[in-house]
């Protein structure tokens, strides 16, 4: 067997496939210098200088080779042969598979602006950037950070925090849009206002000029203008799907999977950040870019390759953390037609509703409130609006069984 991407989809696929009873060889093949790490801290803990390399890391090496994985760090894969049922390396070498798993994870989209390729301007996605970004952070003094995102507003929190002066430009009217309702958005946003951040809503970076004395000069769509030190583009992310796409598999917005994680080629699957995937509990293909997506749906990649056909369904969830808020968030909610609030002003959590029925939760500083959310969405259990917004009411007492 052979995977393709040493991230946390590929090192999940890989170890599935041990403890499922795979005793052949299994290859674990990754770009990246180091063995698999996880991303969530980058933006976090560790931008922030809190966090050493190890501590990123999801387990040491010796732990790998004792499961007989064969993890190849420095090792990219420039083709699949399908017809040869073969992987091509970069340094030419072929490695033949039997079944093969393709986890290749997104990468940042590029800002289309005039002067971004400055070095001034970042991105962020692994452990490389994330060195790289820290470095200049410690020197910058001003940052401008496009695109009010997750990544963007965490990168903007641990900068605040770092006492740097910070801006963000976000094109839409709120933050994090494509993610949260409104209610949400404006409590970040206020939140962000309030620890000094400066939120331009509904405009653009339309220019970076570099600047004699240093810097760049940043030009916004509405006329305005900003200094940075440090441009950090948060501005989404794509698939890394062209490996597939030239190997004649299925591609859309991802790779195309359908419930059990498969491609159209019977003896390869895909999984994580890189898959345009199916999901029983949603009547469309999503893509997700979420630790739990790249986790659970490896485990179902990883029993199609055993020949076990489990269906892909569990809920997705995902968390941000933005200086002492966390955000935690159950289910997919957007397309909902009633919102309720449990809780505070501090610490609340917002359950969506569509046609009667609980679709998620957006919880702020209640965690108790996400895991059972994820346990009652999960168990399908009937929760009513003024269940969900009366304190006094046991929300618990919906997961025991109703038949008793
Ligand atoms: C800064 C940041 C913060 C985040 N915070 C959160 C969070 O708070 N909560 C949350 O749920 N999610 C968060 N995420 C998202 C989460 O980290 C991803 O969804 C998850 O890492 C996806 O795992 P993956 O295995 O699909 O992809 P990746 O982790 O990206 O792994 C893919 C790997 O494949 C390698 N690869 C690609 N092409 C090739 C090739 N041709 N040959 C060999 N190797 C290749 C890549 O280099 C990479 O190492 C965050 C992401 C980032 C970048």
Known sequence: MVIIGAGQAGLQIAECLRRGGHAGRLTLLGEEPWPPYQRPPLSKKYLAGDLADERVFCRPLAQLAKQEIEFRANTRVVAIDRTARAVVLASGERLAYTGLAIATGARPRALPVAGAEHPAVCYLRGLQDAQGLQAKLVRAQQVVVIGGGFIGLEVAATAREAGKTVSVIEGADRLMARAVAPGISSYFAQTHRARGVDLRFGCQVSGLVPVAAGGLRVELSDGGVLHADLVVA???ALPNQELAAQAGLACANGIVVDEYARTNDPLIVAAGDCTWHVNRRYPAPLRLESVQNAVDQAKIAALSLLGVAQPYQDLPWFWSDQYDVKLQIAGLSLAHDTTVVRGGSEA??????????????????????????RKLLSAGRAVTPAQAVDLAFDLKALLQDPTG
């Open 234 to 236: 948060g501005v989404g």
């Open 348 to 373: 609340f959590s917002v359950f969506y509703f569509a046609a009667g029925a609980l679709v998620g939760v957006d919880s702020i500083n209640r965690p108790a409130d996400h895991m059972l959310a």
